[in-house]
T-cell receptor, first 115, second 113 residues
């Protein structure tokens, strides 16, 4: 069974702080994703990565960056946290099979509050 | 890029009744359509998916239908139970894009005992 682990379930930070959200998967998946989930807006893609050291912008990358130094780990970074980044953050992973799409597997989420 | 619309945003049904959630997509190159269920405080979990070469797929009380011509797909839950209460998300994925998903905005389903 695929396991996607996010380092924190709840996190409280202050405006202007640099915030790191960590995600680790144990299935040797190539693809990893960071989403933001807000009521009425669904899941919006922030960044994704197809391989180590590779990253692609999603729909709402402003104010965020990512790091993928190892295949199993994908980090989301808020360079200077702002109150409008208070949200639920979900990490997901999936294997890369060019010819057949695969389901994404999600972590439990990190509920981040910026004060 | 792809745009997925999902309706309704909220749905209440009596226990034992059926529930239907509908999604439309814009890109005819989309070929994979998963549905996720997210219970309160939990992670989204895949409940059923369908590929573009199939028109319908069933798994016990859950079924998904796909109309490629009209670019819409629907989730059908029969004999609903209180434990079906959750938020349901549809998604679409385009072939050869590395499994990038485009999600609908979600439907909050409440099953009234």
């Amino acid at each position: 069974d695929v396991k996607v682990t996010q380092s924190s379930r709840y996190l409280v930070k202050r405006t202007g702080e640099k915030v790191f959200l960590e995600c680790v998967q144990d299935m040797d998946h190539e693809n990893m994703f960071w989403y933001r989930q807000d009521p009425g807006l669904g899941l919006r893609l922030i960044y994704f990565s197809y391989d180590v050291k590779m990253k692609e912008k999603g729909d709402i990358p402003e104010g965020y960056s990512v790091s993928r130094e190892k295949k199993e780990r994908f980090s989301l970074i808020l360079e200077s946290a702002s109150t409008n980044q208070t949200s639920m953050y979900l990490c997901a992973s999936t294997s890369l099979r060019i010819s057949i799409n695969q389901p994404q597997h999600f972590g439990d989420g990190t509920r981040l509050s910026i004060l | 890029g792809e745009n997925v619309e999902q309706h309704p945003s909220t749905l209440s049904v009596q226990e034992g009744d059926s529930a239907v959630i509908k999604c439309t997509y814009s890109d005819s190159a989309s070929n994979y359509f998963p549905w996720y269920k997210q219970e309160l405080g939990k992670r989204p979990q895949l409940i059923i998916d369908i590929r573009s070469n199939v028109g319908e797929k069933k798994d016990q009380r859950i079924a998904v239908t796909l109309n490629k011509t009209a670019k819409h797909f629907s989730l059908h839950i029969t004999e609903t139970q209180p434990e079906d209460s959750a938020v349901y998300f549809c998604a679409a994925s385009i072939k050869n894009t590395g499994n990038q998903f485009y999600f609908g905005t979600g439907t909050s389903l409440t099953v009234i005992p």
